[in-house]
């Protein structure tokens, strides 16, 4: 056998590729990678270095503006992170020991994790300094810390309502 012939053989059993489809990326996709391309290549050391700084600097300035919203609008981590400084305050302003610290930190990140201290209400806390004040729900008693949240049940409307025919049958009987 000669090798032109095995590769001939070969090629007219591999599929053509004319039935697989190739998609061509959106436009919008191409532009942007377009544009940040060009950024690349046009920018200098000079400007790299200017938007590293710039960006820093827009960092810094999210980190201090982050806790800046009320207690509502944190998020979770942001919410465990403001009552883990609340737990500090309040070691040394009561001058708790580490047993009563662990305690009160499983209380509050249990129930934060639960979504049982959302409300404005229960959490009084300060926007401009960033913290927490106060958490009107938490209630030190008989040398414990307990929250006392009220259980809110929804009650479910009770199935169907009753055709006239029904409550009239039934009010007959």
Not at 11 to 25: F, G, L, M, V, Y
Not at 57 to 76: H, M
Request: charged share 40%.
């Amino acid at each position: 056998m000669d090798l032109k012939n095995v590769l001939h053989e070969n090629q007219e059993e591999q599929p053509d590729d004319t039935s697989i489809r190739k998609h061509k990326k959106p436009i919008q996709l191409r532009d942007i990678e377009n544009r940040s391309a060009n950024n690349r290549k046009n920018g200098s050391v000079e400007d790299a270095l200017e938007s590293d700084e710039q960006i820093k600097e827009l960092l810094e300035k999210e980190k201090e503006e982050i806790y800046k919203q009320s207690w509502n609008k944190l998020d979770n981590g942001l919410k465990i992170n403001r009552l883990k400084k609340f737990i500090e305050n309040e070691k040394i302003e009561k001058s708790l020991e580490d047993e009563k610290t662990h305690q009160l930190t499983k209380i509050l990140i249990g129930a934060c994790r639960s979504n049982k201290l959302n409300k404005n209400t229960d959490v009084i806390y300060d926007k401009g300094n960033c913290k927490i004040t106060n958490i009107r729900i938490l209630k030190y008693e008989k040398n414990k810390y307990q929250l006392e949240i009220a259980d809110v049940k929804k009650t479910k409307p009770s199935g169907k309502s009753k055709s006239n025919i029904e409550r009239l049958l039934k009010s007959k009987n």
